[in-house]
């Protein structure tokens, strides 16, 4: 069954440096994001993507986070300066379709628990 | 904003017990979503309720879509050790490139 990959499982860094988390998204899908979970909390929202372009983004995702589609294959989420606080499980899906379509089927990677010492 | 509640919080049964969890908001939803996830992995899509009043069935699991497409419930009959996990519900509004979260419901069934 196709699943959405994402790398690295974990990654542990110091405040201040950058990071970036890969994604390798499901082959025939057309729109890609990211979400966050920090422990203990909710699933949210960060960033949604399609055509090249971000298409929404939540207020979690100020000037310190980007997003990019280097290669047509993979899909990256970077964070410039971390901070203690970013913290948390950052999950990657894809959808073939829209999700005001109705019929989506968000598929989710593992996450990439990012540790900001 | 849409907010999603879910209650309870936390539910711990014994394996055969029926229960059902709620999805609550005071928002209208163009579709809602049910997803299981377990320790250390992303949530997986259950099922996906789009019309008003909607009933799906997945074998022990049964999902309702409120009337009013604001609200939704998981009825689970006879659980099973299996079924211990995160439970969450999550909401799409037309015109929106998103699905909002709700608080999630950690399940516990006990052998």
């Known amino acids: 069954e196709p699943e959405v990959t994402q790398t690295p499982s974990h990654q542990v860094t110091q405040m201040g440096q950058e990071v970036i988390l890969r994604c390798v998204p499901i082959?025939?899908?057309?729109?890609f994001y990211w979400y966050r979970q920090i422990l203990g909390q909710k699933v949210e929202f960060l960033v949604s993507f399609y055509n090249n372009e971000i298409s929404e983004k939540s207020e979690i995702f100020d000037d310190q986070f980007s997003v990019e589609r280097p290669d047509g294959s993979n899909f990256t989420l970077k964070i410039r300066s971390t901070k203690l606080e970013d913290s948390a499980m950052y999950f990657c899906a894809s959808s073939t379709q829209g999700l005001y379509s109705g019929a989506n089927v968000l598929t989710f990677g593992a996450g990439s628990r990012l540790t900001v010492l | 904003t849409q907010l999603l509640e879910q209650s309870p919080q936390f539910l711990s049964i014994q394996e055969g017990e029926n229960l059902t969890v709620y999805c609550n908001s005071s928002s209208v939803f163009s579709s809602l979503q049910w997803y299981r996830q377990e320790p250390g992995e992303g949530p997986v899509l259950l099922v996906t309720v789009v019309t008003g009043g909607e009933v799906k069935k997945l074998k022990r699991l049964t999902f309702q879509f409120g009337d009013a497409r604001k609200d939704s419930s998981l009825h689970i009959t006879a659980a099973q050790p299996g079924d211990t996990g995160l439970y969450l519900c999550?909401?799409?509004?037309?015109?929106?490139?998103?699905?909002?979260f709700g608080t999630g419901t950690k399940l516990q069934v006990i052998p």
């Open positions: 082959s025939n899908h057309l729109y």
């Open positions: 999550a909401g799409a509004v037309r015109g929106y490139q998103k699905v909002t």
